[in-house]
């Protein structure tokens, strides 16, 4: 089995840590990839996502879930749950949340592709379920993302 590159720190994991007040993307990070020639799946299942609606204030719960293929790095779940917890005192559309931690993962870890939905709770009488998905430009990956995306049903 490999070993942690000892030269790859992480400065939540296993530490302490205050919470971010507000969105707080530069909390995420990564490790490299220990198996970059397999194509596999990372999901995520976030069930106690909470951000604001940017007009009234009220709180919006969700789960969101997180459906990657990594490429040379993964993200570290301990700064991605730190990471999710920012968006709490965040106003912030449903549809603008699922896009702002999409390209947030694709800015760090480059991965070969990535969904994320957001199954919000209902408000009003009315469910919202976003999605947005990215292939890599160039690749199967980048046709992959164009017919789940139209295709996709919640």
């Known amino acids: 089995m490999k070993k942690m590159n000892p030269k790859e720190t992480f400065t939540a994991l296993g530490r302490k840590v205050d919470y971010k007040s507000d969105y707080a993307p530069e909390t995420l990070e990564t490790f490299a990839n220990r198996h970059p020639e397999n194509d596999y799946r990372v999901r995520f299942n976030c069930p106690e996502f909470t951000s604001l609606c940017p007009i009234t204030g009220q709180p919006d719960f969700a789960t969101i879930v997180i459906d990657y293929i990594p490429d040379l790095r993964l993200v570290e779940s301990k700064s991605l749950k730190l990471y999710l917890f920012s968006f709490r005192n965040h106003g912030a559309f ?26 919000f709770v209902p408000r009003g009488g009315i469910s919202i379920h976003p999605y947005c998905n990215y292939g890599r430009p160039g690749t199967g ?14």
Do not use: F, S, W
């Open 141 to 154: 990956y980048e046709t992959r993302a164009v017919q789940r995306l139209l295709g996709h049903q919640t």
């Open 94 to 119: 449903h549809e603008d949340c699922v896009n702002l931690i999409m390209k947030d993962l694709i800015r760090v870890m480059d991965p070969k592709y990535i969904e994320v939905t957001g199954l």
